[in-house]
């Protein structure tokens, strides 16, 4: 049979193919963004259209694709987003997403509403572990959340801050995604078709929001929903980063500013780095393509700290323009989700190699042996 670099050698060969092996409702929460979804494709647009200039007569050339971020090396400059829910798009993501991060040397985020555990991961994801948070309302349960995440020795803590309400999601809603699932004949005529799924699922059973469970009475997953809508969102203010730069002492990064002022505000308030990004274009649909804003926070951030980027990319082609456009550092949700629905746990390491292996091939191609070069390959 042919390896997967030849039968599934794009993002999107594996997007398709996850599109026909999840159920309806787990591929409209995975591949969905807000409204009519033009931001989400405008993330891709506008990265498609950035040109570079390839510099020949280099010789052989290895490039070197090492990056060191917040003192630690990692082997790729590309990274695992936060993906809530994780376990209701592929059952059992978070594991082969941690072995995926150890394995290549590159950072995993674990989303605060992702199925497991940060006890669980912690040890798995070893030196590779960030956490994303969302910010509980009740700072007992934040600050025993903070404690448990360090514990598990999680570095990185990633502060979502593009969620102030949760967002309108029409395929979603469409979709008729609950949670808890409604176990009725929709449901099993979904799953039913969709068999790869459904084994995955009866061996991991049931997907739980096992990280904020100890914070409720009750673990069906109805409490545990209602949890996350009352606690979790639109929680988040200055006052508030103010508080968890005190009570976090390692690395905080905070995700979805695109806004000049926000970001000059958070470098103030003290956060060692900054993820561009606009959610993958899942919360506003009237936002403008994360690429675009992303010189303009280069410029405005001037080295004071990495800027992370995020939203839209889909091969090692976008990485690199990401970097030439002055991206310390590139994260990527849907991919590795796409690669699990394609083709199950070996289907994540597949959409790394992707990204990876054809960021190395554009380096070549370009003339560039380091990272920072690409930033002297823009049309
Ligand atoms: C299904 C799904 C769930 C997500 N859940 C979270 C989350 O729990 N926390 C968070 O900060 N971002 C979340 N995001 C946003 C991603 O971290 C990331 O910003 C986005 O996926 C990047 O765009 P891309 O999918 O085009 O790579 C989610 C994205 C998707 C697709």
Known sequence: MAAHSDRYPLISDLRTRASRRLPSFAWAYLDSATGDERAMHRNEEALAEIELVPQMLKGPLAPDTSVTLFGQEFASPIGIAPVGMSGLIWPGPDLVLADLARRENIPHTLSTVATTDPETVGPRVGNNGWFQLYAPRDRAIRDDLLDRVEAAGFNVLVVTADVPAPSRRERQRKAQIRVPPRIGPSLVAQTIIRPAWTAALLRNGMPRFRTVEPYLDSHSLASVAGFVGATLGG?????????????????????????????????????????????????????????????????????????????????????????????????????????????????????????????????????????????????
Request: proline share 3%; glycine share 12%; hydrophobic share 45%.
């Open 235 to 379: 929680t988040l203010s200055w006052e508030y980063l103010d508080e968890l730069r005190q009570r976090w002492k390692s690395t905080l990064v905070i995700k979805g500013l695109i806004d000049l002022d926000d970001i000059e505000r958070s470098l103030a308030a003290g956060v060692d780095g900054v993820i561009v990004s606009n959610h993958g274009g899942r919360q506003l649909e009237a936002a403008p393509a994360s690429i675009r804003v992303l010189p303009g926070v280069v410029d405005r951030v001037a080295e004071r700290v990495p800027v992370i980027f995020d939203s839209g990319v889909r091969s090692g082609a976008d990485v690199a323009r990401a970097i030439s456009l002055g991206a310390d550092f590139v994260m990527a949700g849907r991919p590795f989700y796409y690669g699990l629905g394609a083709l199950g746990a070996d289907g994540a390491g597949h959409a790394f190699s992707i990204l990876h292996e054809g960021l190395v091939n554009v380096m070549q191609q370009t003339g560039c042996a380091q990272l920072s070069d690409l930033r002297n390959r823009r049309a």
